[in-house]
Nanobody, 125 residues
Framework: VQLKESGGGSVQAGGSLTLSCVRSGDTASNICMGWIRQRPGKEREEVASVDPDGVIIYADHAKGRFTISQDSTKNILYLQMNMLKPEDTAMYYC????????????????????WGQGIQVTVSS
């Protein structure tokens, strides 16, 4: 599985950005996808994720402002970010993990097996 992000950049507080992530290689459907970010001086933290059944989970800091979605093939993952704040400044990563059974999904960032190279989002005040 290869993941490649695009769409980052610089924006003023209150603005919007949409990140995209294209999955290539093994494109089977039993995969959980997520957006993870790493703010300066902080550990990586999950932003939002979607499981193979389409169930979405948002981190508290993303609720009401960010929207995760996929295209119909589930090979492109999006993160629509609205009402951006300076504290959203971070490197954003697309990540994936296979679901081997049941309703398992990643609960921590180390559960993800595949990572994109990351893309920078900078929000100025």
């Amino acid at each position: 599985v290869q993941l490649k992000e695009s769409g980052g950049g610089s924006v003023q507080a209150g603005g919007s950005l949409t990140l995209s992530c294209v999955r290539s290689g093994d494109t089977a459907s039993n995969i959980c996808m997520g957006w993870i970010r790493q703010r300066p001086g902080k550990e990586r933290e999950e932003v939002a994720s979607v499981d193979p059944d389409g169930v979405i989970i948002y981190a508290d800091h993303a609720k009401g402002r960010f929207t995760i979605s996929q295209d119909s093939t589930k090979n492109i993952l999006y993160l629509q970010m609205n009402m951006l704040k300076p504290e959203d400044t971070a490197m954003y990563y697309c990540a994936a993990a296979w679901r081997y059974g049941g309703t398992w999904r990643p609960t921590k960032t180390s559960d993800y097996n595949y990572w994109g190279q990351g893309i920078q989002v900078t929000v100025s005040s």
